[in-house]
Each structure stands twice: as C-alpha cells, then as structure tokens.
C-alpha cells in the first residue's frame, strides 16, 4: 500500500515516541499524583479568591450568654469583645505606621544608594567587626539563628540591614494579619506564640493556615548539620549577617513552639506520634477502616490529625465520661464526613438525637475546625454544614455562647460562588438566631460592625440581613437606625447601610411595609463626610428601590434632593452610584415628575457618556434605558436631546468588541427604540450594516432584529425599506463567522416586511441559490437556513416559481455530504413542502419520498430529526402519492429510528407509524410492529408499543385488539409484557370507546393478572386504571368489580412500581365504582391485629377519603352499638325521619 | 420507619395525604376515625342546602339555626376523648 518511493514498509504501529517517553518521566517520578490537580480543584480553598479566603484570618471569640445569669460573665461578653477588636485595630494600626516608616526608610536608602555607591563608612566598619567576629569563635552559624547581639532594632541598623541584604527585605505581606494566609511559612499565630497561650477568649479557630504544618517532610528547614553534610567544609566562610540585623521571626525557632500551646479548638495531640507521622505525610497508607467507625468512603491525610484520638486502639475503661463522649463524637463526625451515604444517614441521626446530651461546647469543639480546612471539599462543607442545621435545632438557646464562633465559620459561605453554599449558610443563620434570639445575635455581631477588615464588615453585614429576614425588620429597626447613625466611626455607619441594601437585595417586595423606615434610616448618609458610606448610602437606596418597584415611591421623597444634588457633586465612582439610585427610582414616579428628573439627570448622563470608565459606561446606559422605559419621558425629548448624544457616544466600533457593553447597547438602544419607534432608530444604524467591521455589522443586526420583532416594520418607508434590505443582503453576504444572529436578522426582517420584499425576492433568491452551490458547506448550510425561514413569505409574494426553482434545487442538493449541512437543506425542503402542499410540490411527492428513505439510515441526529418531519409530513398529507410498497420499505426504516436518543425523533417516528397505517391500512404495519416486540432493545420495544396503540387510535381499537390478544399468546415474556402495554396505551389513548372492548380482554386480564411475573400484574393494573378510568358511569360496573377482586389482594406488593400501579388501580376504581363499593373492601382491614396490613389499608383509606370525603358520609357504618360512657357514636341527625 | 421504607416511591405522596385533616394512620383510635367520620357528616349537612332543609323541616327549626347546631356540634361531637391507656 506504501508509495512507490517509500523506503520500507512498517509492519507495526506504536504511539509517537513523545508520548512514551512522557509516560516514562511520568513512571520514574514515583509520587506523582495523578489526581493531585482535580483534588485542588475540588477544594473549596484553592478556587477561591484571595478575598474569600481571607475567612481564614478570621478570630472567633466565646459570647457569654447573657441570660444565664452572673456567672457567664467571667469570660468572653461584648465588653470583651469589643475591647478584643479595639486591641485588634490598634494592632493593625501600629502594624501600617511601621510598614509606612520602612518604606519611607528604604525610599531614603535607595536614595543614598543612587547618590553614593560607596557603603557608608560605618557600615563597613560595622561589616569586619563582625568577620573577625566570626573568625574568632570559630563556629558555623547560620544567619538566621536568633542570637542576643542582634537585638538592634535602631534606624541605623535598619539602614545597614537594607543595604546589605536588600533581597531578605521584609515583604508587605508579612505585615499585614489579613493576608497571613497566603504566606506559606509565617503565621501571625507564629510570631507570638506567648500571647495566644495566656490570653484566653481569643481563640484562633484556624489551625489550618499552612504555616501550621511546619512538620512537613518536603517544606522543612535544612538543618546546620545537613547544611554542613552537604556544603565542603574548605573554601567557604560562613559569611555572618550585618551588626542590625534582627530577623523579625525566627522561624526556626518558633518552629519548635509545640502546637498544643495554642489552645482553642486544637486537636491534635503531640504524643500521638502515628498520627502526627500521618499528618507530616511521613505514613504514605491512610487507613480506610478505623476502629468503631468502620469502613468509610475515603479518608485524606487532613483528616489524621482532627481525629487522631480514633484512630488507635485504646482502652476504653480508662478513659473519662468526658473523654468518652468526645471520641463519641469524632466517630459520628468521620462517619458522617467520610462515610458511604447508609453510613451517613444513621451517624447523622445518632448525632442530631443525642446533641443535648453531647452539649453545645463538645461539638461545636470538633465540628468548626473541621470546616475551616483548607483542604475541605464542597461535600464535606456541606455535610458539616448540614450537621450544625441538625444540632442547631435540637440544641436550641445552648448555643449562644459558640454563637460568635458558628458565625465565623458560616458568614464565608454567604459570600461563596456557590448558590446552594448561600443557601445553606442562610438557613444556618436563620436558625442560629431564631435559637439565640436578637438581642444575643446583636450583641455578639455588633463588635464586628465597624471591624477594620473590610471583609468581616461585609460578611457581617450579609449575616445581619438574614438576621433581620429570620426576625423580621421592625425588630432590627432601632438597632440599624443607631448604627447607621454611629458617631464613632465611619466603619459603622458603612456596614449599617449596607445591612440594609442587603436586606432589600435579599427579602425583594417584603421591605415594603417598612421601606419608609428603611429610607430614613440611611438618608443621611448620602451627606456623610466619608465617600464610602455616600456611595453606599446611594447603593442602599438603589436596592431597595429595585426591591419596591414599582411601589413605595413616596417613601423616597426625603432623598429626591440630595440624591439629585448629589450627582452634580460627585465624580466618579460616586457618581456611578448616584446614578444607579436614580436610575433604580425613577421607574417608581408618577410620569410628570418622572419626566422632570429625567431631564434633570439627562445633563449629567450626557455630559458621562464620554467617560471612558467601564463601569460608569454600563450605569449610564443602564440609567438610559430605565428613563426611556418610564412613562413619562416623551418620545419628543428622546428623539431631540438624548439619540443625536447617545448614538455619537455608543454606536461605534469600539462598542462591539467588548461584549457586556455590546449586550447593554443593544439593550438600551431597543428600549429607546420602544418610545422613539423603530423606523427613527433604525434609520439612524442602517447605513451601519454596510460597515467594514463585522462585529459592529452583528451588533446593528441585532438592535435591528430586535426592534423589528417588538415593534414591527410598519413604520418604515419606502426610502428605509431600500435601504434595509440591500443593507440586509450585503450583511448576510459578507459574514464570515457561524452564527445565528445574521440568520434571524434576516428572516425577522423580511417576515416582518411580508409582501413588500416582492421586488427584492428575485435578488435574494438569487443570492441563495448562488450560495447553495458555495464551497463552504456552513455557507451552504445557511443558505439552507434561510430558505426554510423565507418559504411562508415567499409564498405570500405568490412567487411560486421562485419557490420550485428552491425546491429543485435543493432536491438536487440532497447528496451533500455534511449531515449538519444536510439536515438544514432537507428542513429547507419540508419548509417548502409545507407552504406550497403536496399536490404542487416540485419536486413531486413520489420523486422525493424514494429519495429520502436511504437518508433515513443516516444516523446524524439532524438529519434524522429533519428526513423523520418530511416524511411524516408526506405520510400525513400525501401518502396517496406514493406507493404502498414504497411505505412499507420506509417503515422498517424507521424501526431504527426508535432507538434514537432525541426523544422529537423517536416521538415523529412513532407519530409517522400512525399516519402510514391510516393510509396503508393497519395490517400490515402492525405486522412490522409487533415483529418487533421480539427484539432486545427495550427502549425499540417500548417504542413499538406506542407505535402500536396510535396506530391503534387512528384505525380504531377494532383493527388491533384482536392482533394484539393474539400476539399475547405467545410464549415469550418480552412479548407478552409488550402487548400488555401497547393495550394499556391503547386503552389510555381512546378512553370511552374502551367500553367497548372491555369484556373482551377481561379473560386476557383475568390471566395476566394472576400471573407469577410481577411486570406482568403490574402492567396489567396499568391497563385495569386506564379503562376504569375510560369506562366510567358507562355501564360496565360488572366486568370492573371482576377486575377489582383480582387487583385487591396486589395491595400488599412492596415492589415500588408495582405498588404504585395497583393503587392507582385501585384510586381509578373509586371513579368506576364508586367510594362506598371501595370503602367495604377498606373498611375489613383498618383495624386488623397486624400493622403491616392496617398501614396498607389506611393508605388506601387516605387516598379514597381525599378523592371523595362527601360522598363516603353515606356509606359509613353505623357504630352506635360502640358507645360507651362520654362517648356517643350515633350519628343522630341521619336517623331523622318526616 | 419499615413500612415507610417500602413505599419509598410512594412516601412523598403519604406524606402528602397525612397532612391534610380527617386521614388517618395504623395507630388511629377508635375513637378518633368516629370523631372525623361525625365532623364530615355535619359538614356534609351544612354543605348541602337541600339536607339541611331536611333536617330543619323534621326538627321545625330555621336552617340557619340547623346550620349553627351542626357547626356548634363539630367541636366535640362524639363527646369529650377517652382517658389514655397507660402505654
């Protein structure tokens, strides 16, 4: 097979030789992990942004209950507190102004350095004092060993510092607490380790930071005696650091700090040395069965170190009641985080029924580490999440003093990508402070109102929102009103605000009834001294005028002025906000004075539609198009002072390449196009369409699309008309990308033209017949496209040559070999087909059919989509033309297309099915179908069964019954359980007329339901529902009760299937029957001695009471001979005679 | 809990018909199935124009003051519940 030139044959083929040798490299790095990289994707943690994980640096302090008396007081409480945050704020002070002096400091030094590349003098000198030194003791010593000499901490040592190891320069990162997270080495739990072990309501409830793990394997230090094993002891010094130099941690040393120290919520226990071996990574086999739990779905090496204590054997009588009841713990938290889903659900019911008994403080204790890892999974989150839902519930006002503690941990999620994650810590809010009541909530979130990260004030304002959704508004009212009035710091009054715009984001149309509260709550802030809580306050009202629309404008009043005021004064980002508000309000105004403040506002937006801010440019065309859309702006003042501005600023190029501000021109545009009509704007963009760059040509055919299909095209002249349509043709002509938009553009505009694109269908027929014959199959594929949308106005024009000519050539088109290409020209053919009829079809019916059934085996879905309309198209409504043979060919034909996967084909197969048998006569196709019942496929079965029982519908029930009972005598099971169900469609399917048949194949009934198979029993309840239900008040009571008696006693299937068929059964029979003849058979076993009888029979008794409550007043028992005592059963006012 | 199991495809709708009042369950009393049974009656009577005319022409009273004693009657009508057994 080889060229005549090619040197020698290949006799065997491998893979090419990079990717072998990939696989090697892969091979001799043995700890590579394959599935390392999808793990870090399904961590929470590692997808996040910086700003969501700054949950990590988050401090969590106990709330003392403060209605548990005096003796809660001790620790914790909101004096503590609040003293805790101002401690935390100074530190975060202190920490900037030194961050400010060093950079200042190292701005002057690189000064110096510019200037005199010379050190200083004293430097120098400093510098040999230290070599000698060095060389006098003699000993190794690495530069960061923490020794006593060191401690100048002088700018003058900080100068030296700089200067001689600029490279070991603190980095910012370092600084700041908010970001200790993200350096891997250095915690700020690490640099005071002292502080964290005394003080003891500040407890860290991260223990996870990676700073932590300090024992790792890989990551640790080199030691001097590594460092001394590898470097030769000849030809180096050790160079001594610089006299100033004070490492500012040590972390070395502080590496030794023995983690337990910290407190808190720590688990892990230093003497367990398997367990901390684990953690380091140091014991590669994680065990997957642990000792009281089980086996368990996974288990990562995360998880060693939180349940350490389980992991080992221990003896159980030594340990404490305490200790016990901790590992109980552990157990049903491992089995509920790591289980299988069975494992699962028993743990977490054990879990929630004993959490009083556990006490708030164990949980809580061992749930909340757990879910501020690092390495936690959006399962395992979750789980956890679930579980504190639980415990929450049961554990009810035990849990206020961990409120602060839960809040901390489940605030984040609030703030998560994830929707159902927002949910969950919604619902997990709610609850918390439905159980810990308001004043306790308030209290414990008040220090974090005015936090100095921003990011606890945003958790905390989110928290709070749900707070006041749960508790309802009014009763956080007086709370907001004083925060949001805060004198002390701007912080407050910012986070008050923004609990608001929360609350209104959140509980939409429900602020209502108290959105003149809400209002005046924040109003003030819109004169605040700080441009933050202005810019909030105008976000504020922003919201809650989105959440009133289009009520409650009278409760804005008070900020009309300032609000207005406002956007004369500010720039920028204020100003973004301002105009958001007014934007949000203005829909709300009566039309007159909507109108006024529109104009009022136009100014401003005019004057900003020059800014070349992003997010300025999407306000105001969002500002735009809430003004057009009020009612009372006149197209008047559109058309004169807003379209000339707005089009020179936002109808060029630039606009379309970005697509966010393409979507919100067009937006914009259309919704000005509803008050100015569409022939204003659309003569104003058309000349576009001949633009040169196609995405500006796409985003005027889109504005145009839309406006023509809102607004029609009546409006447009005969000029536009022109215009229009060679702009139309030159657009679709000279598109290069695949895509819909100059497709619909096209078909809109025309459909919406109708008769007046006659003079111009010539030109654009001709230009899709010339592209049919393209190159390209996507052109080609369009032009198809554009034939199926312009055959209803091309038939309107009356230019039905134009049509033929189309249709002949697609005919001739029909060999294409590009399924998409072709699915689109055969859809093209139905479409003309359709407009013009059988009858004057060109190509003939009898041509065509013969044609398409070979392109019936295709198996691209399309395709097969597109042939199966044709064709049941022409079954339906010209199968004369076509002879029977003909037919029958393309009925085993579309056997095939059963299978398919699109539930339209299989469902225009089955329908095809009916309208052959109605031209052909059933027998023969039923034949084909019921030959098919034998195949393996259920879902061709299934299929076929359908097919059977339209057939049967289309040609009466007469046609197929007796073929069907026929068939049912079969041996074979797949078979017998087809015809069952074909019966039990065709029974669904024709309803009253069943009446007829019933009686015969009551037999067939009588056998099936007896059977042994329990398909076979259930099925046929199916078929017992259907004609009870078809039959009803048609006389057939007697052949029903026949079959009553035999569906009863199915009531004690289990199987959920069966069960299920026979009690609707059983329900259908009440509609036949009537209630009283099904509560006789109800009535035996409702208080039967055994319960598995009595469940099933209230059941029963349930549905027949809720389908006919009145009627069963009649056929209830007396039971006066019960009475006994009190208790009178008669019921006296049916024994009333006249 | 096993029996729920069984129907598990069905437990949504048990669920369903057991929140509405009047159903009942394998633990009803005796006493409480003869309870609904008498509301529904009365119900029945207050519902149907046509019986309530009945009772009124048999007892000479209005129907509208049929209509109140059989509403009167809802609240305890088979007397007040039987002492709890001790289990």
Known sequence: MSAPGSPRLVDSFTAPREILKEFEELAEEEDVDPFAETASKRQIAQRQSDYHNRRFSRVAVDSADAFQGEGAEGEGGYKEAMRLQMLEKEEQRVKRAIEEKEKKAREEDQEKMDLDKTPPAAELEAAEKELAAAASTKRKRRWDVDTTEKTDTGEWGKEALDAAAPKKRRSRWDATPADVADTPKRSRWDMTPAAAGGDAPMIPILMNAPGIMMEDKHNRYLSDDELDAVLPSQGYAIVTPPPGYAPLIAPRKLMATPLPDVGGFQIQESSDAAAMAAAAGLAPELPTEIPGVGNLAFFKAEDAQYFAKILKEEDETELSVEEMKERKIMRLLLKIKNGTPPVRKTALRQITDKARDFGAGPLFDKILPLLMERTLEDQERHLLVKVIDRVLYKLDDLVRPYVHKILVVIEPLLIDEDYYARVEGREIISNLSKAAGLAHMISTMRPD?????????????????????????????????????????????????????????????????????????????????????????????????????????????????????????????????????????????????????????????????????????????????????????????????????????????????????????????????????????????????????????????????????????????????????????????????????????????????????????????????????????????????????????????????????????????????????????????????????????????????????????????????????????????????????????????????????????????????????????????????????????????????????????????????????????????????????????????????????????????????????????????????????????????????????????????????????????????????????????????????????????????????????????????????????????????????? | MSSELRYTANTQLEHLHARYTGTGHADMSKYDWLTHQHRDTLSSIVGHPTLTSYLAIADGEATGRIKFEMTERMLQPCGPPPAKDED
């Open chain 1, 449 to 1138: 109102i005015d936090h100095a990260d921003e990011y606890v004030r945003n958790t905390t304002a989110r928290a709070f929102s749900v707070v006041a959704s749960a508790l309802g508004i009014p009763s956080l009212l007086p709370f907001l009103k004083a925060v949001c009035k805060s004198k002390k710091s701007w912080q407050a009054r910012h986070t008050g605000i923004r609990i608001v715009q929360q609350i209104a984001i959140m509980m939409g149309c429900a602020v209502l009834p108290h959105l003149r509260n809400l209002v005046e709550c924040i109003a003030h802030g819109l004169s605040d001294e700080q441009q933050k809580v202005r810019t909030m306050t105008a976000l504020g009202l922003a919201a809650l005028a989105e959440a009133a629309a289009p009520y409650g404008i009278e409760s804005f009043d008070n900020v009309l002025k300032p609000l207005w005021m406002g956007i004369r004064l500010h720039r920028g980002k204020g100003l973004a906000a301002f105009l958001k508000a007014i934007g949000f309000i203005i829909p709300l105004m009566d039309p007159e004075y909507a109108s006024y403040y529109t104009k009022e506002v136009t100014v401003i937006l005019i004057r900003e539609f020059q800014t070349s801010d992003e997010e300025m440019k999407k306000i105001v065309l969002k500002v735009v198009k809430q003004c057009a859309a009020t009612e009372g702006v006149t197209p008047q003042y559109i058309k004169q002072d807003i379209l000339p501005d707005f089009f020179k600023a936002f109808w060029v190029r630039r606009m379309a390449l970005d697509r966010r501000n393409y979507r919100q021109v067009v937006e914009t545009t259309v919704e000005l196009a509803q008050k100015a009509g569409a022939s204003e704007i659309i003569g104003r963009i058309v000349n576009e369409l001949k633009d040169e760059a196609e995405p500006y040509r796409k985003m005027v055919m889109e504005t145009i699309t839309k406006v023509v299909a809102s607004l029609g095209a009546s409006d447009v002249d005969e000029k536009l008309e022109v215009r229009l349509v060679d702009g139309i043709i030159y657009s679709f002509q000279e598109q290069t990308t695949e895509d819909q938009v100059m497709l619909d553009g096209f078909g809109t505009v025309v459909n919406a033209l109708g008769i007046r694109v006659k003079p111009y269908l010539t030109q654009i027929v001709s230009t899709i017949l010339w592209r049919l014959n393209n190159k390209s199959a996507k052109v080609r594929q369009q032009a198809a496209d554009l034939t199926s949308r312009l055959a209803v106005v091309i038939k309107q024009c009356g230019e039905d040559q134009l049509l033929s000519k189309l249709g002949l050539v697609l005919f001739e088109q029909l060999g294409e070999e590009y399924p998409d290409t072709l699915g689109s020209i055969i859809a093209a053919e139905g479409a003309i087909a359709n407009v013009v009829g059988m009858t004057q079809m060109n190509p003939p019916v009898k041509d065509l059919l013969p044609r398409m059934t070979p392109i019936l085996r295709n198996r691209h879905e399309k395709v097969q989509e597109a042939s199966i309309n044709l064709i049941g198209r022409i079954a339906d409504r010209g199968a004369e033309f076509v002879p029977a043979r003909e037919w029958m060919r393309i009925c085993f034909e579309l056997l095939d297309l059963l299978k398919a996967h699109k539930k339209g084909i299989r469902r225009a197969a089955v329908n095809s099915f009916g309208y052959i048998a109605k031209s052909l006569g059933p027998q023969d196709v039923l034949s084909v179908l019921l030959t098919n019942l034998r195949v393996q496929e259920r879902q061709s079965r299934v299929c076929s069964t359908v097919a059977i029982a339209i057939v049967a519908e289309t040609c009466g029930p007469f046609t197929c019954i007796p073929a069907i009972l026929n068939e049912y005598r079969t041996a074979e099971l797949n078979v017998r359980t087809g015809c069952l169900k074909a019966l039990s469609f065709v029974f669904e399917y024709v309803g009253p007329q069943s009446a007829y048949y019933v009686d015969s194949v009551v037999t067939m009934l009588e056998d099936a339901l007896t059977d042994r198979d329990l398909v076979h029993r259930q099925t046929a309840s199916t078929i017992v529902k259907h004609l009870a239900l078809g039959v009803a008040g048609l006389g057939c009571e007697d052949s029903m009760m026949h079959l009553m008696n035999l569906v009863w006693p199915n009531c004690f299937e289990t199987s959920p299937h069966v069960i299920g068929a026979v009690m609707d059964a059983i329900e259908a029979m009440r509609v036949t029957l009537g209630p009283g003849v099904l509560l006789s058979y109800v009535l035996q076993g409702l208080f039967h001695p055994a319960r598995k009888v009595r469940e099933v029979y209230w059941r029963v008794y349930n549905a027949l009471y809720l389908g006919a409550q009145d009627a069963l007043v009649p056929f209830y028992a007396d039971l006066s001979e019960l009475s006994e005592g009190q208790n009178v059963y008669d019921r006296h006012p049916l024994q009333v005679f006249i």
